[in-house]
């Protein structure tokens, strides 16, 4: 039977699968901890360069990773406000200078086995079991891949391959791609119902850095939250033990006093730390003697998020198993902790209050001169921001009656949308003068601006803000797609009041039958997995037995067991003898006989093999074993 000449198809498809690899190795990267712009385009750019035919030789990609390499630094003082990069960027870019260096089936086997390293670092900061699913997947893909390889690799090798040629792999290919995918998947379940979610914050390492800030950080910039109103990363969940809470709740984050023109921060923020553990009183006596209705609510944090508690209402008590509590100026509330394990904390908050404009002060807070002016700062101002201001308001209205109005003119006058292609030299003027259409932070932005434009002090504040979703086991999950931001105005004898300038209802994500279906599917899962395995915190996470074993003494046996081991298992080398009775039996698995205990090789059958193997066999003729292995060599390849 003629040999087949080997198909050009194998590579091909070897290299498609990589690219598929290599597509999905984004995706999780941009799932767990986001991708930039910049990476995103260097990697397509890298792509379709390498689609187009362009390869670079060896010393041209070791120029260019130097050139990545050398590039780190110069953006880190230069371009680090520019975008957002971290390690996994730079990691995804010497991936694709790979990609564009590898001609051989090996060089794409090296960038295959890249992908799995950049996925697994890529979930040092897991948030949710979606992502460990897609690596399941992804793994189950590799697995494909690397088969692939391996039969270039024999291809390139095996001058004449007689192996499906290949399209004709297809078939097979698609049934192991399936197999593996079953029980990488049933693997994966099991492993992540039974093991501790996230391994790393058990060993107590500390990545920070590389966590991912779900909804806000401790800075606004216009046009950041917008990018994450289709975010579904579970961000916390809370159970509520006492009260009724109402539809929609606001969940309080952080407030920001400063304002540069387009981003919010908070320069002169001072904090305070509590002395106790455990239950903590935050609230004056004043304010725990009103009436009213209290909100009494767990939650679990499930995502990195500076750390901050989030408070319904007026806060009045805080319980905080682990760790200590710091408390701002601003009324924002952070846990300070030594261990990586997210917060876990129970908080008690006055909601008694009917009016649409609740207060998030407490009822005996002041508002000194100093903190008066840095709530009413504006370094930079249009002046056609202040005459829209005064158009808006007009004249003899109190400070509660401008909140009113400028509110309900941005509601009005002025469109929702999550890409409003706002510029980013005057992002207020634009969005107040040319678009007249924004997300959130332009509205709390816009309103902020305005009031102190006349004087009255505001300031923005960022959370979440949502309709409660369904519950599971009592346990609503709060996405990062309800991130929200509104302004918070000082009344003279009220305190803090809430507004929110953004249109009714355009905060709350529009999704189809089938997607709210699929989000609440992945609800109950996520509250499964955290009640298997604790929590963030790391409570009620199983610990495996420990046994109390002095195993010291065990070096003293270990040179003992490598020298046995050693002994028993290294290969002898073969004298003739052996060689040719290795040889004999060779030449019998290709002839298919088979011969019985005690049967001669004679009684076998008489043929120029059998005398040159008793030759090589009992006379340790080395010329006879040199036509021992010609003969059979010449007779299986008779027999292929």
């Known amino acids: 039977m003629p040999l087949r000449k080997p198909s050009s ?29 910049p990476t995103l385009a260097f990697c397509v750019l890298i792509a379709a360069l390498r689609l187009a035919g362009l390869t670079l030789s060896t010393n041209a990609g070791c120029a260019l990773l130097v050139a990545v390499a050398a590039g780190v630094p110069v953006y880190w003082f230069f371009f680090r406000s520019f975008a957002s990069l971290n390690v996994k960027d730079f990691l995804l870019a010497v991936l694709m200078v790979f990609l564009l260096s590898a001609r051989t089936g090996k060089d794409f086997a090296a960038v295959s086995s890249y992908c799995i390293w950049i996925m697994m670092a890529s979930l040092f900061p897991s948030s949710g079991p979606q992502q460990w699913f897609v690596l399941a997947g992804l793994f189950a893909w590799f697995l ?3 088969t692939l390889n391996e039969l270039r690799r024999n291809r390139e090798q095996i001058g004449e391959w007689a192996g499906k040629d290949g399209w004709a792999l297809v078939r097979p290919l698609a049934g192991f791609a399936l197999l593996m995918t079953v029980g990488v998947a049933a693997l994966a379940t099991g492993l992540y119902v039974l093991l501790p979610r996230n391994p790393i914050a058990s060993m107590h390492f500390d990545f920070q850095p590389f966590r991912r800030l779900v909804g806000f950080s401790g800075s606004v910039r216009l046009g950041e939250i917008g990018q994450l109103q289709d975010d579904r990363t579970p961000a916390f969940r809370v159970k509520f033990l006492q009260g009724t809470p ?22 002169a923020e001072t904090w305070t730390e509590s002395p106790q553990q455990g239950k903590i009183t935050i609230a004056s006596d ?12 767990e939650v679990q944090t499930l995502a990195s998020m500076d750390r901050v508690l989030f408070s319904v209402g007026v806060p009045e008590y805080v319980y905080l198993p682990q760790g200590r509590l710091r408390l701002n100026s601003e009324g924002a509330l952070r846990q300070i902790a030594l261990d990586s394990s997210l ?72 469109g929702y949308s999550l890409d409003p292609k706002i510029g980013a030299h005057e992002p207020l003027m634009d969005f107040l003068f040319v678009t007249r259409a924004g997300h ?23 959370g979440f803000y949502s309709t409660l979703p369904e519950p599971v086991n009592g346990w609503h999950v709060i996405r990062s797609s309800s991130a929200h931001s509104w302004v918070e105005v000082w009344i003279e004898g009220r305190g803090w009041v809430v507004f929110d300038p953004t249109p009714a209802g355009s905060t709350q994500p529009k999704l189809s039958a089938a997607m709210q279906w699929f989000v609440r599917m992945q609800d109950r899962f996520v509250v499964m997995s ?13 610990a495996l037995p420990k046994l109390d074993v002095d195993w010291r003494w065990l070096w003293g046996l270990l040179p003992l067991g490598l020298a046995w081991g050693a002994w028993r298992y290294w290969p002898a080398k073969r004298d003739a003898r052996h060689e040719a009775t290795h040889l004999y039996h060779k030449y019998l698995r290709a002839a298919k006989a088979k011969r019985a205990p005690g049967q001669t090789a004679r009684e076998l059958g008489v043929s120029e093999i059998v005398f040159a193997y008793e030759r090589a066999r009992f006379a340790r003729d080395t010329a006879a074993l040199g036509t021992l292995k010609r003969l059979v060599t010449e007779f299986v390849e008779k027999r292929v």
Request: hydrophobic residues 40%; positive net charge; glycine residues 8%.
């Open 9 to 37: 198809a194998l590579p091909r498809i070897q290299e498609f699968a990589v690219y598929l690899l290599i597509v999905g190795t984004l995706t999780l990267v941009a799932m767990t901890d986001g991708l930039p712009w």
């Open 144 to 146: 494909v891949v690397q």
């Open 246 to 267: 109402p539809s929609a709740v606001r969940w309080r984050g952080v407030a920001l006093g400063d304002f540069n023109g387009s981003v919010w921060t908070n320069s």
């Open 286 to 297: 004043e304010q725990r003697r009103k009436p009213g209705e209290r909100l009494f609510y």
């Open 343 to 414: 917060p876990l904390y129970s908080l008690s908050g006055w909601t008694g209050q009917s009016e649409s404009h609740p207060v998030s002060s407490d009822a005996t807070a002041t508002l000194s001169e100093e903190r008066r002016q840095r709530y009413t700062r504006l370094l930079y101002l249009h002046p056609r921001i202040r005459e829209l201001a005064q158009d808006v308001v007009g004249a003899g209205v109190q400070p509660y009656e401008i909140a009113l109005r400028i509110e309900d003119h941005l509601r009005s006058s002025y």
């Open 440 to 462: 959130c932070e332009y509205f709390a932005s816009a309103m902020a601006v305005m009031l102190r434009t006349m004087r009255i002090p505001a300031r923005v504040v960022t």
């Open 530 to 542: 955290e009640e298997w395995m604790g929590g963030a915190a790391g409570l009620k996470r199983p």
